[in-house]
């Protein structure tokens, strides 16, 4: 077992474990608004993008703008493909020019963000949680993304 360092801070507790990046503790839930599919929140590397429930957004390396390369059962069991719905309201902070879409195998439309697609991972039990950033799975690494649509590579997690 690795030694764990705890800090107590204003607005939360923050623990860095060794060879795991740090880990934050949320100590008030993430602002949610269920009316958007495609929100804003916060996280220690800064602002990531969600769904308006709370559930962290990933983006595969695999994937490319046209081509969604998690389609095995366990890999979409894990890693759920964000799809798209009729009504599409996004919040304070998300691009609009950049939500796009791409046709799945199943026929289903899976949402995305400046060219990736998008995917909650199910580990991430509550909103606000970020559990799988930079996890290697499936052929390949899985990274949230920032309001402009870039993969952030720091390693954090987040548990409200």
């Known amino acids: 077992m690795g030694l764990v360092l705890v800090l107590l801070l204003g607005l939360g507790t923050v623990a860095a474990a060794c060879n795991s990046g740090p880990v934050t503790t949320l100590s008030s839930p993430p602002t949610t608004n269920s009316s958007f599919a495609l929100t804003i929140q916060r996280s220690p590397a800064g602002p990531i993008l969600a769904t308006g429930t709370g559930a962290t957004l990933y983006d595969f390396g695999p994937d490319s703008p046209t081509h969604s390369a998690c389609l095995n059962v366990g890999c979409v069991y894990q890693w759920p493909p964000l799809l798209s719905t009729e009504t599409l309201l996004v919040g304070p902070g998300v691009d609009r020019a950049l939500v796009g879409t791409v046709r799945r195998p199943d026929g289903s439309t899976q949402l995305t963000y400046s060219g990736h697609p998008l995917y909650t991972y199910i580990r991430d039990t509550k909103a606000g949680a ?31």
């Open 130 to 160: 970020v559990t799988g950033q930079g996890i290697d799975q499936d052929g390949g690494s899985w990274y949230v993304l920032d309001p402009a649509g870039n993969e952030v590579h720091a390693p954090f997690t987040v548990n409200p």
